[in-house]
């Protein structure tokens, strides 16, 4: 019912900047928070960035004042500016979502596929 699709990602050299994009579409009647994680092999995923309907965000400590969240909630989608990218920002990136649909009253949480960010030394 809801579907998930990012770009953007690619490679880098460091010091660059990367802008990662993430819409959200289906049967959506509200969207909550949506935010961005990444994983790189044998890790857990960690938060990178969350906003809230409000335009609240708050960001992991090892890229506060390198990335940027923002979402256009006309368009459900949620954004995410990199810059000063560093080779250990290398992950693949994963956006979600909190939505409720015209079915549920509850919010279910939706997953992108996925895109490779890679930081070259």
């Known amino acids: 019912q809801v579907q998930v699709v990012e770009s953007g990602g690619g490679l880098v050299q460091a010091g660059g900047s990367l802008r990662l994009s993430c819409a959200a579409s289906?049967?959506?009647?509200?969207?909550?928070?949506m935010g961005w994680y990444r994983q790189t092999p044998g890790k857990q995923r960690e938060l990178v960035a969350i906003?809230?309907?409000?335009?609240?965000?708050n960001y992991a400590d090892s890229v506060k004042g390198r990335f940027t969240i923002s979402r256009d909630n006309a368009k459900n989608t949620v954004y995410l500016q990199m810059n000063s990218l560093k080779p250990e920002d290398t992950a693949v990136y994963y956006c979600?979502?909190?939505?409720?649909?015209?079915?549920?009253?509850?919010?279910?949480?939706?997953w992108g596929q996925g895109t490779q960010v890679t930081v070259s030394s």
């Open positions: 979600y979502t909190d939505v409720r649909t015209y079915s549920t009253r509850t919010y279910l949480t939706y």
């Open positions: 906003i809230g309907r409000d335009g609240l965000t």
């Open positions: 289906g049967r959506i009647f509200d969207i909550s928070a």
